[in-house]
């Protein structure tokens, strides 16, 4: 990764078809203020409560620190979130060369997400798997990609992992050891790290990639964040390191 934002994504795109053994895992303001102990929730229906969820903390700390080549992280950009920018940077351990933008597949990339994302996962010939939330739309989904398996995430993501933390991670023990050069899609809040590094553990020789919201128009029907929108301030930002 060279750190710019344009050329990054289609490095990543690169690898999606070329390579057989990648992580994209995201960190952003969401993620940062669980890491700092502090309430925070979204939109999308999860809530970390300070000094209550700290299981779902020290995990989410614990997939921050990997350092294997091609386990690239995303972090927050300078222009959108300075201060999340470098608090992330000082507990990350990994070379520069595997870091990118946590925003990577949206604001003023997203016009480039909708034309060559889909395109690339067909041309990788590579089973897809999607993890996100039970609610999700996977058959309107399946019209521009074949979906091999689909692993729901019912309600809040980290009330979830906490209740359900050893039978999920025994989940990933069978996904991971039954499939092998598969991409794996994430979109299941913060909860999405969690799952990419316990993954990554049981079988590496896969694609991971945290895609966020960028998949909210066909998974659940409506444009979740302002990047939707193509006249929004979001939507037309190229963000800097």
Known sequence: MKQDFKSDFFELMKMIVESDSMAFSRFADGEANILKNNKIGNKDGWLYKKDKNLIFRADLRKSLLCTDPGFIYGISCTCCDRENHEFLLCHLKTKLENLTFSNLWVNANFPLFKEYFFKTLIASKKD????????????????????????????????????????????????????????????????????????????????????GSSLDPFLFNRKSRSYHYENSEFANRTCVW
């Not at 739309?137 to 091999?148: A, F, S």
């Not at 092998?180 to 969690?194: D, Q």
């Open 128 to 211: 897809i798997v999607i993890c996100t939330n039970s609610k999700a739309k996977i058959k309107k989904l399946e019209e521009l990609i074949p979906i091999k398996d689909f692993i729901p995430i019912p309600g809040n993501c980290v009330v979830f992992w906490e209740k359900h933390r050893d039978y999920v991670k025994a989940l990933l023990d069978l996904k991971g050891s039954t499939y092998k050069n598969t991409i794996f899609l994430f979109a299941a809040g913060p909860l999405s790290e969690i799952l990419i590094y316990e993954l990554w553990l049981v079988n590496p020789n896969n694609i991971l990639l945290d895609i």
